[in-house]
C-alpha cells in the first residue's frame, strides 16, 4: 500500500523558505493520481495548498500561490513545497497527500506530517 | 472560495449515541464532498468520498449523506475509537477548502 513520509527543516527564519519533500513509497508518483500538500496550524483548521501531477501540471491555492512552488522528482518517486517569504503564520503541520480520483479530489493517503515553526 | 461550514462546532455525546454532524457549502457543490475524522497529533483519515461512499476500511457505522450545499455525516453508533475531531472537504471548485471541524467529546 502507498505510504508518504515528509522531511525537511523544522525550523525556518521569518522571511526565509520552507523546502519540504514527500516521498512515495509502495506506489508510484506516476500512477494516474494528483499529489497534494495541506496544512494546519496549530489549534486550528486544515488549508490545501496544491498539488502537483507527475507531468509537472500544478495547481495552487491562490491565497498562497504568489508564495508557493511544488515541483516532482520521478527518479526519485517524490514531490517537494518550497513556501517563501515565510511569517509566524506559516508555522503548521505540513501534510503531503494523495488524492483519490484524478485532479481535485478527496485524499485517501495522508503522510504522518511534519512540524515548521517559522521563528527567529 | 468556497467556504464550508460545519455545525456544531464541538458535540458532547456517550458511547451508543447516534451522532449527526452537518456541513453547509456557501454554493452548490454536487456530491464533490468528503469527511476525515482527526485524533490528536495524527494525520486525517479519509471515511467517505462523493457525499455517500464509505472508504474501504472504514465501519459502516459511519455515512454520509447530502448534496447540492447541505451533508450530513452520521455515526449510528459512537464507538470509544469514534472520539475525535471530523472535517469535510469539497471538491467541486479550486481551491479544495475545508469546513472548520466538528470535536466529538465524551459526555
Known amino acids: 500500500q502507498v505510504q508518504l513520509q515528509e522531511s525537511g527543516p523544522g525550523l525556518v527564519k521569518p522571511s526565509g523558505t520552507l523546502s519540504l519533500t514527500c516521498v512515495v513509497s509502495g506506489g508510484s508518483i506516476s500512477s494516474s493520481n494528483w499529489w497534494s500538500w495541506v496544512r494546519q496550524p496549530p489549534g486550528k483548521g486544515l488549508e490545501w495548498i496544491g498539488e502537483?501531477?507527475?507531468?509537472?501540471?500544478?495547481n495552487y491555492n491562490p491565497s498562497l500561490k504568489s508564495r508557493v512552488t511544488i515541483s516532482v522528482d520521478k527518479s526519485k518517486n517524490q514531490f517537494s513545497l518550497k513556501l517563501s517569504s515565510v511569517a509566524a503564520a506559516d508555522t503548521a503541520v505540513y501534510y503531503c497527500a494523495r488524492e483519490g480520483d484524478n485532479y481535485r479530489s478527496w485524499l485517501d493517503v495522508w503522510g504522518k506530517g511534519t512540524t515548521v515553526t517559522v521563528s527567529s | 472560495d468556497i467556504q464550508m461550514t460545519q455545525s456544531p462546532s464541538t458535540l458532547s455525546a456517550s458511547v451508543g449515541d447516534r451522532v449527526t454532524i452537518t456541513c453547509r457549502a456557501s454554493q452548490s457543490i454536487s456530491s464533490w464532498l468528503a469527511w476525515y475524522q482527526q485524533k490528536p497529533g495524527k494525520a486525517p483519515k479519509l471515511l467517505i468520498y462523493k457525499a455517500s461512499s464509505l472508504e474501504s476500511g472504514v465501519p459502516s457505522r459511519f455515512s454520509g449523506s447530502g448534496s447540492g450545499t447541505e451533508f450530513t455525516l452520521t455515526i449510528s453508533s459512537l464507538q470509544p475509537d469514534d472520539f475525535a475531531t471530523y472535517y469535510c472537504?469539497?471538491?467541486?471548485?479550486?481551491?479544495?477548502?475545508f469546513g472548520g471541524g466538528t470535536k466529538v467529546e465524551i459526555k
Open positions: 472537504q469539497q471538491f467541486n471548485t479550486y481551491p479544495l477548502t
Open positions: 502537483i501531477y507527475h507531468s509537472g501540471t500544478t
